[in-house]
Every structure is written in C-alpha cells, then in structure tokens.
C-alpha cells in the first residue's frame, strides 16, 4: 500500500496539498477587506504610472494590432490567421512542430479510458527537453503579441507560457468535465483584464469542440481552420471548450496576465522550473526574457507553488476553474 501511495497516488495527493490547500488558506486570507484594498490600490496605482509608457507603445503599433485590440475591447476577442501576426516562415515552423507532437499526444490519449479523460495536455519537459520545440513556448513571446497584451492588460505583461491539448469526442454522451464546462480563468479575478491567444492545429467545426466565449447570454463559437488565432480575455468572458460531438480537436494555447496577477496564488499551473525558462530564452530580448521570468519575482507569500512539478500531469487542478 505504501508502494502504492508513492508509485501512484503521492502525486495526486500532494497535488492537492501544494495547488488546493495553500490556494484556499491564502484566498480567505486575500479576501480580509485590508489586504484586498491593499491589492487593488497597489494594481491601481501601477496602471496609472503605467499609462505614460503605454501611450508612447501605442504610437508604434501597426494596423492590424490597432485592429486587434479594439476588437478584443468591443467584443471580447478577435479571430484571424496565425499569419496576421507571424511571419510566414515563423508560423510554418511553429506548426510543423506542434504537428510532430500529435504522434506522442495520441499515444497517451489512448492509454486513457472514455470517462476518465478525453483530453491530454502535451508535458512541459516535451517542450523544453528538445530545443527544436522550444519555438512551442518562444512563439507566445513574439513582440506583436506581448504589445497586444501589454496594451489590453494596461500593466507589464507576464508570460504564463504555452499549453497544448488534444481532445477526442465521447462516444456515449458529451464530457462536459474540466475545461469543458464553462467558467472564468482566475488569476486576475472578474475585475482585470486576461488575455488568452488559442490557436487551432486542426480544422475545427461545430461538432470537434470549437473555443467558445458566452457574452450577454450570446454563445459564440468559433469555428476555423487550422492555423485560426483567436485572443480573448478569458477572464471577463464565461468560456469553454465545447463538448466534441466527433473527430478530434488539436489546440495550443498561450495565457497573458500583469506580472503581478491579482490572484497570484491561484498561478499555479506553471509547468516549467524557472531554470528552464532561462535555457529557452536566453537568446530573446530584454522585452521577451522579462515577460517570461516574471515568476522569479512574485512575492513567496502570495505564491507558494512555484510551479507544477510532476510530469505528464494534465494540468487541471480545480482551483483554475473555479467561478469567481
Ligand atoms: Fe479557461
């Protein structure tokens, strides 16, 4: 039994301790009225010394970023070709690599029963193990992208890296679990703003699973073919990924916060060490090394778990998810 606990369920049960436990201890912490006042001062106060570097940003955006932004401000997201913002030979090898991990992704998709999990998220040490997908965890720091995030966000932009997951329908009846029922990320609560890039790696329709905001009691899927970019602030916006009805759904995903999140406790989905951080981009710029390390710095207190350890996890902890 002891075996067992180690081989099997240590993980799971130390899982809880170090994402749930301190989560909910430090959240009734966060919730006496001095410390919440302290925290939304202290974001106040940095959006406004903020604003005077965010105008002169501005003033260098192209078009198309122009365009992106207002449509995330009005709408709640924008959708367009992953060739809106990358080059043409940036966004082939991006693709190309996340394709060569769908081999690996089926391979553990399979080893799952139906009812237990119908989605894998690909393990982070398959990024950051080979630098040939480094470019996987990279492309979330192109520049066009950090300053639509810096520019929605209104505050230094933190980096929470790059997730992808394939899902397989149910064949008796719609898996409505995890990421699948509809909800708020919350690292930033319902008050600030989030933003999430989704990027599609397979044709996705209404019946695969399609990303889906809920606006003013509007459902708004979003169907596309591969290489659709979709950013949306999954923060304000009530989100899921649609139950698959058939076929298969292939998505990556990058996640934008400020630096310092409001609920910087509930960041726990962090899955590489600070050290493999540094290894992926110690060629990047300054702009990109800081929006990548921006963990290195958040306060102990307010963030215990400093990353996810355990490998192949599938990075659904609960606490994400929950509605707030
Ligand atoms: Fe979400």
């Known amino acids: 039994m002891l075996a067992n606990l180690f081989l099997k369920d240590y993980p799971a049960a130390l899982r809880r301790i170090v994402a749930q436990e301190p989560s909910k201890l430090i959240e009734s912490e966060i919730k006496l009225p001095q410390i919440t006042k302290y925290l939304d001062k202290r974001r106040e106060n940095a959006a406004l010394i903020e604003q005077e570097i965010l105008v002169n940003q501005r003033k260098k955006l192209t078009e198309t970023q122009i365009h992106i932004i207002s449509?995330?401000?009005?709408?709640?997201?924008?959708?367009?070709?992953?060739?809106?913002?990358?080059?043409?030979?940036?966004?082939?090898?991006?693709?190309?690599?996340?394709?060569?991990?769908?081999?690996?992704?089926?391979?553990?998709?399979?080893?799952y029963d139906y009812h237990q999990s119908n989605t894998v998220t690909l393990p982070p040490h398959y990024i950051s193990r080979d630098y040939q997908n480094w470019i996987i965890y990279q492309a979330g720091l192109n520049e066009k992208l950090l300053q639509i995030a810096?520019?929605?966000?209104?505050?230094?932009?933190?980096?929470?890296?790059?997730?992808?997951?394939?899902?397989?329908?149910?064949?008796?009846?719609?898996?409505?679990?995890?990421?699948?029922?509809?909800?708020?990320?919350?690292?930033?609560?319902?008050?600030?703003?989030?933003?999430?890039?989704?990027l599609y790696l397979n044709n996705v329709t209404q019946r695969n699973g399609p990303f889906t905001i809920i606006k003013n009691s509007q459902i708004k899927p979003f169907v596309g073919f591969k290489g659709t970019l979709i950013l949306s602030d999954t923060s304000q916006n009530l989100h899921h990924g649609?139950?698959?009805?058939?076929?298969?759904?292939?998505?990556?995903?990058?996640?934008?916060?400020?630096?310092?999140?409001?609920?910087?406790?509930?960041?726990?989905?962090?899955?590489?060490?600070?050290?493999?951080?540094?290894?992926?981009?110690?060629?990047?710029?300054?702009?990109?090394?800081?929006?990548?390390?921006?963990?290195?710095?958040?306060?102990f207190l307010l963030c215990p778990v400093r990353y996810y350890p355990f490998p192949g996890h599938n990075f659904f902890l609960g606490d994400r998810n929950i509605m707030i």
């Open 71 to 111: 449509s995330i401000r009005k709408y709640g997201y924008w959708q367009g070709k992953i060739n809106n913002i990358f080059d043409h030979q940036e966004a082939n090898n991006l693709i190309s690599r996340c394709d060569s991990a769908y081999e690996f992704l089926e391979q553990n998709l399979s080893q």
């Open 242 to 299: 649609m139950p698959l009805r058939d076929g298969k759904r292939m998505v990556l995903f990058w996640t934008y916060s400020s630096r310092r999140p409001r609920y910087p406790h509930r960041c726990v989905i962090w899955p590489h060490s600070n050290i493999a951080v540094r290894k992926m981009t110690k060629n990047m710029s300054l702009v990109q090394q800081q929006a990548a390390r921006w963990r290195e710095y958040l306060p």
């Open 150 to 198: 810096h520019q929605y966000i209104g505050l230094p932009v933190g980096y929470h890296g790059a997730e992808i997951r394939l899902s397989r329908a149910n064949p008796d009846g719609l898996d409505i679990t995890g990421p699948k029922t509809p909800h708020q990320d919350c690292e930033e609560g319902k008050k600030y703003p989030l933003l999430k890039a989704v």
